[in-house]
Each structure stands twice: as structure tokens, then as C-alpha cells.
């Protein structure tokens, strides 16, 4: 469906960093009324309720989106209801709030409170926006140094409720955080990479995709993390459940299950110091 003409951005990647030169003037005409206009919003209910995940992107690009997101928070997330038992998931990126005053990115973290009442909402931030949204939240030198931390503490000021979360993703590695969790990842690094332009989104849609697959957070944030942080950490989890069975269950595991469970270990270490640079 389509609200308009389209916009366009141009990426000039460098050694050093990228220009963005953009065409962005048709985004200024998506607004509410104009939904209503093309859509309708028993069409818009119809549509959304047969999605298991929705997306609110671009906000710095659009004008108009925080009083779009106001108009769904009052209309047509109260009437989707769950899918299978769980609630919809809601991924939200800013994308640059720079170009915003502090003033608007205010407003419009405070409606994502509001949507979070229906839908688990998910914030996707890179360290720069990150950054900006603390500096909103008027923490300046008080907002944590940890990214995880950070991550935590803007799920709970944002009130994004026990489904939500907040992840924080870099060059070097992620960090998220829910109402339940908070995990954090390393890697991996292309220190040289032919182009950055999208790499967040790719990432976001990983993580927004376990998410909504109901992956536990840690699981999540790994969607794009190396082979060689992936599997040890999965398999570091067949040793602790070993040691519960024993300690906390009085299970007797036999021969079997110990070599079994030191094989899946021998085996990740051997994969672990035997994988390439990129896996």
C-alpha cells in the first residue's frame, strides 16, 4: 500500500565514515489523516492482526510518526490481541535523532510507554542514538558506562514492561535488556568491511525475528554473533544443567550421560580453536 511517493537516500561510503544524501521530502506527506485516507482503519486492524511483527521505523525521517504512533496506541493496538498466547512484537528504530530536537525525541519515547501497554515493544539503538536518548533523559554524566546497564535502565525509564526491550548494538558487539534479562555479546568484528550502510538493520531484524520466535533474550542477541561465542555458550549450558540435575534435583546422571556431555565439550573446543577469522 502506498502512502505516497517514495524517498531516497544515497550512501557515499569512505574509509573514515559515510555521507548521506537524501531526497526526503515525500516522507513529510505520511501522516495519520493520509493512512486513514488510503488504508482505512478497520483495513489497518485487518492487516496488522494477521502480523506476528510489526515495525515502526525511520522516525527521525518522518515527520509525523510520534502522532501516528499515538493514533495506533488509541485505535489499533488495543484491538490486535495476542497470537497463540503472546503478544505482538513491536520494533521500533529511530534511526538518528540528531536531526530532532530533544524536545521531540522526548515525546516520542513517551508514547512508546504508551504502545507497550499492547504490544512488546523493542527499541533497536546504535551507540550514537544510544547516547542521544540518555542525553534526553537528562542523565548527562550519571547515564551508566555499561552498554548492558544502559540497555536496563532505558527499558525500565521507558516503561517497555516485562516483554520489551532495549538493545544496543556496535561494531564490536550487542547488549539488550527486558523486563527479565540482560546479555551482552561480543563480536563479530569485520575491522575493514566493503560496506556498513544497513548493517544495523540486518542486525535488528535478526534479533527482532528471535525475539518474536520467543528466544530468551541471550539467545536473541547471539542471532549474529560467531561461531566460536556461540556454541561454547550453548553448550556451557548442557554443564550447568548437569550440576543442577546433581545438586538440585538429585538426579544420578550414569557413564553415559557424563561422556556424552564431555564429548559436546570436546567437541565445540575443537570447533572453537579450528574456525576462520569469520564464521
Known amino acids: 500500500l502506498s502512502l505516497g511517493e517514495p524517498a531516497h537516500t544515497t550512501a557515499l561510503e569512505f574509509g573514515d565514515g559515510k555521507v548521506m544524501l537524501g531526497n526526503l521530502a515525500p516522507l513529510a506527506e505520511v501522516t495519520w489523516e493520509r493512512i486513514v485516507e488510503r488504508v482505512g482503519v478497520e483495513r489497518l486492524v485487518g492487516?496488522?492482526?494477521?502480523?506476528?511483527?510489526?515495525?515502526?521505523?525511520?522516525?527521525?525521517?518522518?515527520?509525523?510518526?510520534?502522532?501516528?504512533?499515538?493514533?495506533?496506541?488509541?485505535?489499533?493496538?488495543?484491538?490486535?490481541?495476542?497470537?497463540?498466547?503472546?503478544?505482538?512484537?513491536?520494533?521500533?528504530?529511530?534511526?538518528?535523532?540528531?536531526?530532532?530536537?530533544?524536545?521531540?525525541?522526548?515525546?516520542?519515547?513517551?508514547?512508546?510507554?504508551?504502545?507497550?501497554?499492547h504490544v512488546d515493544v523493542m527499541l533497536g539503538l546504535n551507540i550514537s542514538e544510544a547516547e542521544q536518548v540518555a542525553r534526553a533523559l537528562g542523565w548527562g554524566e550519571g547515564a551508566p558506562g555499561d552498554?548492558?546497564?544502559?540497555?536496563?535502565r532505558l527499558c525500565r525509564e521507558l516503561r517497555l514492561g516485562p516483554g520489551g526491550a532495549v538493545v544496543i548494538h556496535s561494531r564490536e558487539g550487542s547488549?539488550?535488556?527486558?523486563?527479565?534479562?540482560?546479555?551482552?555479546f561480543a563480536g563479530p568484528l569485520t575491522p575493514s568491511p566493503k560496506i556498513s550502510t544497513g548493517a544495523g538493520d540486518h542486525f535488528n531484524a535478526g534479533f527482532a525475528a528471535g525475539r518474536v520466535l520467543g528466544w530468551p533474550l541471550e539467545i536473541?542477541?547471539?542471532?549474529?554473533?560467531?561461531?566460536?561465542?556461540?556454541?561454547?555458550?550453548?553448550?556451557?549450558?548442557?554443564?550447568?544443567?548437569?550440576?543442577?540435575?546433581?545438586?538440585?534435583?538429585?538426579?544420578?546422571?550414569?557413564?553415559r550421560e557424563y561422556l556424552a556431555v564431555a564429548a559436546i565439550v570436546a567437541g565445540v573446543a575443537g570447533v572453537a580453536w579450528a574456525a576462520p577469522d569469520r564464521t
Not at 552498554?147 to 536496563?152: I, K, S
Not at 547488549?175 to 551482552?184: K, N, T
Not at 556451557?236 to 534435583?249: K, Y
Request: aromatic share 4%.
Open 220 to 255: 536473541a542477541a547471539l542471532l549474529l554473533a560467531p561461531l566460536t561465542v556461540v556454541q561454547p555458550c550453548l553448550a556451557s549450558g548442557l554443564v550447568v544443567l548437569l550440576w543442577l540435575g546433581v545438586t538440585r534435583l538429585g538426579e544420578r546422571p550414569g557413564t
Open 147 to 152: 552498554r548492558a546497564e544502559l540497555a536496563a
Open 47 to 117: 492487516l496488522w492482526a494477521a502480523a506476528d511483527l510489526l515495525g515502526a521505523l525511520n522516525w527521525t525521517m518522518l515527520p509525523h510518526l510520534t502522532e501516528i504512533w499515538r493514533h495506533l496506541a488509541a485505535e489499533v493496538l488495543p484491538r490486535l490481541g495476542s497470537v497463540g498466547g503472546r503478544r505482538r512484537g513491536l520494533f521500533v528504530d529511530l534511526a538518528d535523532p540528531r536531526k530532532r530536537s530533544a524536545e521531540d525525541l522526548l515525546e516520542a519515547l513517551g508514547v512508546l510507554g504508551d504502545m507497550s501497554a
Open 175 to 184: 547488549s539488550a535488556a527486558s523486563g527479565e534479562a540482560v546479555a551482552r
